[in-house]
């Protein structure tokens, strides 16, 4: 009698030595980074913010968990975190929901010898409700996000009837659209984005910044955009 046999695939362990040599060969891969948003973007830690270019999909809140399918499960998948522990757990998941081609790097961040890209939004810090003094301009949601993510912003009380301005720029500051550039009233507003450019085309995977400027005064948001 025949045994049927049934193969398991498994995540493979690499090094953040060879997930650089990857990275620098380039292909279709993406590194997803399971840390939270706040480490994610922590300009304080060494090293800091996190790998050029990474998806954050946290795993400790769930996030991960609750979007792994907008993920495509037959790419190249490098699941980083802080130490490695929490990337290891991501990895055995994705195994469990047919990813194939999952890599942990081991060590995480700690090991990373690399260089980092920091987020905007870590060095802004909140101005708390949207009625003090100063400008404020929220986190953008959802994110990541493949087909449009909505921002809330406000304009402060004080500045009245004036010009505000908000645009999408790319990781070399370039401006790819403006999403507003008119006179507006002070209050609480929301705009969207659909992912494409002034010619509305669709920009790559990446991360991206929503840029608000108004009065004198300026915040930016980071987004991540994956196809």
């Not at 045994?3 to 990857?22: F, G, Y």
Request: glycine share 12%.
């Amino acid at each position: 009698m025949a045994l049927l046999s049934t193969v398991v695939r498994a995540h493979t362990d690499r090094t953040p030595a060879q997930v650089e040599a990857m990275l620098s060969a380039g292909g279709d891969l993406v590194v997803v980074d399971v840390r939270e948003e706040s480490e994610f973007c922590d300009s304080t830690r060494q090293p800091p913010g996190h790998i050029a270019g990474a998806l954050n999909m946290p795993w400790n809140s769930g996030y991960l968990q609750a979007h792994y399918g907008e993920l495509d499960p037959g790419r190249i998948t490098i699941v980083v975190c802080r130490s490695g522990s929490r990337s290891k757990s991501a990895a055995i998941f994705l195994d469990g929901v047919g990813f194939t081609q999952v890599i942990d790097m081991l060590g995480g961040m700690n090991a990373w010898l690399w260089d980092t890209q920091i987020c905007y939004a870590a060095s802004v810090p909140d101005t708390g409700a949207p009625g003090q003094s100063s400008l404020f301009l929220g986190q953008p949601a959802p994110n990541p996000f493949r087909t449009s993510t909505e921002i809330g912003f406000a304009v402060p009380a004080a500045q009245g009837l004036t010009h505000v301005s908000v645009g999408i720029y790319d990781c070399r500051g370039r401006l790819l659209t403006r999403l507003v550039d008119d006179e507006m009233g002070p209050g609480f507003h929301r705009v969207a984005w659909d992912g494409n450019d002034a010619s509305g085309r669709p920009v790559a995977a990446g991360t991206y910044f929503f840029r608000l400027a108004s009065g004198g005064e300026s915040r930016s948001r980071t987004m991540t955009v994956f196809r």
